[in-house]
Structure formats: C-alpha cells, structure tokens
C-alpha cells in the first residue's frame, strides 16, 4: 500500500514539462494553484481541467501515477464530501432522511470541492514528478534571491526543502520495511478496533523515527566531511537558462488563467 505513494518522487524523460526551466514551472504552478481557487464555478473548474489535462499528456507520464498522487488522499476527499453534504441545507431537497438532508446546492459543491483537490494534487504533482530535487533546490534558491538582501537565508531554505523531497520516497520504503518485519513477528495492525490500531502504530513510528533520525545524522557528517558550507562560494554543475518554451508556457498559463477570470466575471454580472 504504501509503496503506491509517490509523493516527491521523480521520473526522467525527454518530454516537453521536464525541459522546461525549474524556475518557470514553479510560477506557473503558483499560476495554476491560484487559478484554481479564483474560479468559483465548475464552468471555471472545466477549464482548471483541460489546462491539467494538457499538462498530463505533455509530461508524457503514466496516469496511473497520478491516481497513486491521489489514492492516498481518497478517505479526506470521502470525508469532505460527506461533510459539505451534510452541513450545506439551502437549495432544492433531492433526499431526506429524519434529520439528514441533501440538497443540490450541497451535492455541487461537494463535487466541486473534491475535483478542485483533484486537479490541485494532479497539478502540483506534475512539478514534482518532471523535476529532480537538485534542479528544484535550484530553482527555489534562485527564485528567492532578492530575499538574500534581507539576510534572509535562502541556499538553507532551498536545501531544507529539497532534503525533505528527497527523503520522502526513503521514508516511505523504510515504513513499509518496518511494517513487514513487525508483521512477521505476530503483531496485528491493520485489525482490531481503532483505538487497538493506533497503539500497535507505536511499535512502527518508534524504529521510524530513529532509523530518521540515523539518517539525519548520517547526512550531516557526510556534509561535513565535503566540507559544505553553505550556498556562499558555490557553483553549480548545471546552469538555468530559460527557452523560448518557457516563455510559451508561461503565456499559455496566463491565457488559462485570464479564461477564468472572464468567466467568473461574466458570472457574476448574469
């Protein structure tokens, strides 16, 4: 089960989103999260998903993958849904039952609400399946740049984040390790009542947290003994440059992105 995760994880190819520059894909990320909450209409969510569909097919990545991006993330999505049915009483009463009633206000924004996460882990995850952690530390770092004025240490943040990317997949692999062996030794986690489940979690998130914190401190004396020191001084294997591609994504997001503001415009003036 946890081997289906695949958060952080990177796959190489050749396709037309890995070549594009690191930096461009995290503004156009920004572009295409904010895009998504500013429209408020599945007409706007329509678009959201035609632009991510887009990006799909360029990534030339299996979508099987992406529904791994999602898989894990299903009983949140269940529990939105169920949430926003239940809580939400305007609009016309499609079924009621005593005192619980679903309208079809509450059933359209309980679809809204789920497919608005949907496209939002699909698209994020984008970025991170085309790009490689390195690349992406990169990028952040070049990106925050100006803070470097305001001492604001940005090599740290960028490196931070990058070790955490890259770790996850590690993290993951080493949970379902333990998992196994504590399997193999009798012990029952995924029976019993929910209160029973979570303390035989203890005997999982114990051997993790020290096999995380050995790696840590594995990682940090290795760092020590190359003698880093810090994003001064440094250079870099590869060099960003940015392409005219960059430049047509970048202005085929803003065009998505102007689509929904239109539409939302047009919206609210009916």
Known sequence: M??????????????????????????????????????????????????????????KIKPKMFWKSVKPLLPFLVLTAV????LISSGNVLWEWRFIKITDESLNISVFMIARIVLLIIGSSILTYTTSPITLTDAIER???????????????????????RFIPTLIEETDKIMSAQKA????????????????MVSILVPLFISAFR?????ATAMECRCYNGGEGRTRLRQLKSAPRDYMALAV????YAAVIAVSIMTKTK
């Open 83 to 86: 949430i926003n049915l239940l």
């Open 215 to 219: 790696r840590a401190d594995e990682l």
């Open 253 to 256: 997001t803003i065009l998505f």
């Open 2 to 59: 946890l081997r289906d995760i695949t958060i952080g994880q990177y796959f190489p190819g050749n396709s037309v989103i890995h070549r594009l520059d690191p930096r461009f894909k995290i503004v156009i990320t920004i572009i295409f999260i904010i895009m998504l909450f500013t429209g408020k209409s599945m007409l706007c969510l329509a678009i959201g998903a035609v632009y991510t569909l887009l990006a799909v097919v360029l990534s």
């Open 143 to 165: 990106l925050l740049s100006p803070l470097k004025k305001l001492k604001f240490p940005v090599h740290e943040l960028a490196m931070m984040m990058s070790i955490a990317l």
């Open 185 to 200: 030794r009798g012990a029952e986690i995924d029976t019993g009542s929910f209160m029973t489940r979570a303390r035989n």
